[in-house]
């Protein structure tokens, strides 16, 4: 198992930017596929972003061109740069790892889950 723990979330206003990062330790990351989910009140868990070990990166078509996804297996570290951001982002966004060299959309296939961090955009 890895433990993940994200940060970097907070309050900002409707087109500003802000970068998460979750941690990994237990096991290295480097064959692990990795991703961001969001969570917003009343809502399912949805997917944002993922990538796998060899840099291959999918969006949802919400953030395509606004979030970059990134990962430094070096310091065992997952980000998450959002740009541009709007009310609709507003959620808990959360860090998720998969032991496989595919990126999966379901988070039913991810057994690693960090706890979380709040984005609230303002408008």
């Known amino acids: 198992q890895v433990q993940l723990v994200e940060s970097g979330g907070g309050l900002v206003q409707a087109g500003g930017s802000l970068r998460l990062s979750c941690a990994a330790s237990g096991r290295t990351i480097s064959r692990y596929a990795m991703a961001w989910f969001r969570q917003a009140p009343g809502k399912e868990r949805e997917f944002v972003a993922a990538?796998?070990?060899?840099?291959?990166?999918k969006y949802a078509d919400s953030v395509k061109g606004r979030f970059t996804i990134s990962r430094d297996d070096a310091k065992n570290m997952l980000y998450l740069q959002m740009n541009s951001l709007k009310p609709e982002d507003t959620a808990v966004h959360y860090c998720?790892?998969?032991?496989?060299?595919?990126?999966?959309?379901?988070?039913?296939?991810?057994?690693?889950w960090g706890r979380g961090t709040q984005v609230t955009v303002s408008s």
């Open positions: 998720a790892a998969d032991p496989s060299p595919i990126t999966y959309v379901n988070p039913a296939h991810y057994n690693n």
């Open positions: 990538i796998n070990w060899t840099g291959g990166r």
